[in-house]
């Protein structure tokens, strides 16, 4: 054994996993493709808030190398770690709208201190078993509605209407036709199970639209990146706070069992689960998570967190950190594709975000429909979301129905403690006045 493989070996311990470097690289490689998309996404959304585009990206693929690689020695799973979708578009379409980028980077931060302190002392287990199944999966949901809402919008499918608050977009226009366009191509990639489906989606629309005078050409695809000094440490914690704790309760719920979900998903499907049904390490993979996103917003991004695409590199046989460690690589290294990144139009990028809010949907199945009870705050959840065009606000519903229909139908033994304290912050949030 030569001795890099034996230093492989012993960091990563590959044979005890039944794996090796080659099967550990073309797993980091799978899985790099299938979510390089958030590379080009993030900054288009974040931008929006008046953030430099090429800071935005820089911060991005700096916080997910970073933290990817960080999850790889600390957790020696296969996991990749990046900004997450949903939030991103909660984080620059709600939070920086009434406060701020800073302000939305200071609720970020906070968030990621709780979720920090909560995964270090074990108290995250209590929340985990006091907040109901059908509120965790109808939040995801929610989300998924959310962000689709921003694509249609940011594609022109749809506009805003005086009459009817919101109509059919001009699709003979350029811009809407090209998202039409690519929303359909990345569509039957999905169907057809290519992999890497929406970042070869975004990159065939940004050539579809050259010829449609829609994608603007740059000099060159490589390039120098751009520096962080406009968006890094520029936390404002005053402007966080006066968002309330609902806010910040709204990004750490969203991050925590979004993290939990698809680490125990994708580990059970690939049989990485001990005899209990745990997984080993997941307080190290938390850490990790929480650690990421801290730094994220520190660098000028929104929440990082874990990646279901993971389970691409997963399905490859990826079993250690190893493939982590290959994808934190690919992200750092993406850094000098900020010019391709700059080319990139808005209306290529909107497909990426309803193909994800279709994937999103999947959760929908497993709550139980039957149970009025459980069906009805669920809803409420998953409907304010896109309605209200707050993930916050659909959450707080989401608590406050739960308990008034829960406890009036003669079921209040089945709530919670904790879940009637987070009904009582919820109406103070959504009727600040109140008290």
Same mark, same amino acid.
């Not at 006091?130 to 594609?155: C, D, H, W, Y």
């Not at 009036?408 to 949030?429: D, F, M, N, P």
């Given at each position: 054994?030569?001795?890099?493989?034996?230093?492989?070996?012993?960091?990563?311990?590959?044979?005890?996993?039944?794996?090796?470097?080659?099967?550990?690289?073309?797993?980091?490689?799978?899985?790099?493709?299938?979510?390089?998309?958030?590379?080009?996404?993030?900054?288009?959304?974040?931008?929006?808030?008046?953030?430099?585009?090429?800071?935005?990206?820089?911060?991005?693929?700096?916080?997910?190398?970073?933290?990817?690689?960080?999850?790889?020695?600390?957790?020696?799973?296969?996991?990749?770690? /990046?900004? &997450?979708? !949903?939030?991103?578009? +909660?984080? $620059? =379409?709600?939070?920086?709208?009434? *406060? %701020?980028?800073?302000?939305?980077?200071?609720?970020?931060?906070?968030?990621?201190?709780?979720?920090?302190?909560?995964?270090?002392?074990?108290?995250?287990?209590?929340?985990?078993?006091?907040?109901?199944?059908?509120?965790?999966? /109808?939040? &995801?949901? !929610?989300?998924?509605? +959310?962000? $689709? =809402?921003?694509?249609?919008?940011? *594609? %022109?499918?749809?506009?805003?209407?005086?009459?009817?608050?919101?109509?059919?977009?001009?699709?003979?226009?350029?811009?809407?036709?090209?998202?039409?366009?690519?929303?359909?191509?990345?569509?039957?990639?999905?169907?057809?199970?290519?992999? &890497?489906?929406?970042?070869?989606?975004?990159?065939?629309?940004?050539?579809?639209?050259?010829?449609?005078?829609?994608?603007?050409?740059?000099?060159?695809?490589?390039?120098?990146?751009?520096?962080?000094?406009?968006?890094?440490?520029?936390?404002?914690?005053?402007?966080?706070?006066?968002?309330?704790?609902?806010?910040?309760?709204?990004?750490?719920?969203?991050?925590?069992?979004?993290?939990?979900?698809?680490?125990?998903?994708?580990?059970?499907?690939?049989?990485?689960?001990?005899?209990?049904?745990?997984?080993?390490?997941?307080?190290?993979?938390?850490?990790?998570?929480?650690?990421?996103?801290?730094?994220?917003?520190?660098?000028?991004?929104?929440?990082?967190?874990?990646?279901?695409?993971?389970?691409?590199?997963?399905?490859?046989?990826?079993?250690?950190?190893?493939?982590?460690?290959?994808?934190?690589?690919?992200?750092?290294?993406?850094?000098?594709?900020?010019?391709?990144?700059?080319?990139?139009?808005?209306?290529?990028?909107?497909?990426?975000?309803?193909?994800?809010?279709?994937?999103?949907?999947?959760?929908?199945?497993?709550?139980?429909?039957?149970?009025?009870?459980?069906?009805?705050?669920?809803?409420?959840?998953?409907?304010?979301?896109?309605?209200?065009?707050?993930?916050?606000?659909?959450?707080?519903?989401?608590?406050?129905?739960?308990?008034?229909?829960?406890?009036?139908?003669?079921?209040?033994?089945?709530?919670?403690?904790?879940?009637?304290?987070?009904?009582?912050?919820?109406?103070?949030?959504?009727?600040?006045?109140?008290?």
């Amino acid at each position: 054994m030569r001795e890099e493989e034996f230093l492989l070996e012993r960091l990563f311990k590959l044979k005890e996993n039944g794996t090796n470097v080659r099967t550990e690289v073309v797993a980091g490689v799978t899985t790099f493709m299938t979510m390089a998309y958030i590379i080009f996404v993030n900054p288009d959304i974040l931008s929006a808030t008046g953030m430099p585009f090429g800071a935005v990206m820089t911060a991005t693929a700096l916080s997910a190398g970073i933290t990817t690689i960080l999850a790889g020695f600390m957790a020696n799973y296969p996991y990749a770690l /990046a900004s &997450g979708m !949903g939030l991103n578009a +909660f984080f $620059a =379409f709600v939070v920086a709208e009434q *406060a %701020g980028w800073q302000a939305a980077l200071g609720v970020i931060f906070l968030s990621g201190i709780l979720f920090l302190v909560l995964a270090l002392t074990g108290a995250i287990n209590i929340l985990d078993a006091a907040i109901p199944q059908s509120l965790k999966r /109808a939040v &995801g949901v !929610g989300i998924g509605l +959310f962000i $689709a =809402f921003i694509g249609v919008k940011n *594609a %022109g499918i749809i506009q805003g209407d005086p009459a009817t608050i919101v109509a059919r977009g001009n699709f003979a226009a350029a811009g809407p036709a090209l998202a039409l366009i690519g929303l359909l191509i990345t569509a039957v990639l999905m169907a057809r199970n290519v992999r &890497g489906s929406i970042l070869l989606g975004i990159l065939i629309t940004t050539l579809i639209g050259i010829p449609m005078g829609v994608t603007k050409i740059a000099g060159s695809i490589v390039g120098k990146p751009a520096s962080l000094a406009p968006i890094a440490f520029k936390l404002d914690f005053k402007g966080a706070f006066s968002l309330g704790f609902m806010t910040i309760f709204s990004f750490w719920f969203v991050d925590v069992f979004d993290t939990v979900g698809t680490l125990m998903g994708t580990a059970s499907r690939a049989n990485m689960l001990d005899e209990k049904g745990q997984l080993p390490r997941i307080k190290e993979m938390m850490t990790v998570d929480a650690i990421g996103t801290c730094l994220g917003a520190a660098l000028g991004t929104s929440t990082v967190t874990t990646y279901v695409e993971s389970s691409a590199g997963i399905a490859e046989g990826g079993r250690t950190g190893l493939t982590a460690v290959v994808i934190g690589i690919l992200f750092l290294v993406s850094l000098v594709f900020a010019p391709l990144a700059g080319m990139i139009p808005t209306e290529a990028t909107a497909p990426a975000l309803i193909i994800v809010g279709v994937l999103m949907m999947l959760p929908v199945k497993d709550i139980d429909w039957s149970d009025f009870s459980e069906a009805f705050p669920a809803f409420i959840t998953i409907a304010m979301m896109p309605f209200a065009f707050s993930i916050s606000d659909g959450i707080s519903a989401g608590f406050i129905s739960y308990v008034v229909v829960k406890a009036l139908s003669g079921k209040a033994r089945e709530i919670h403690w904790l879940v009637y304290v987070l009904a009582a912050i919820s109406v103070i949030h959504l009727i600040p006045g109140l008290f």
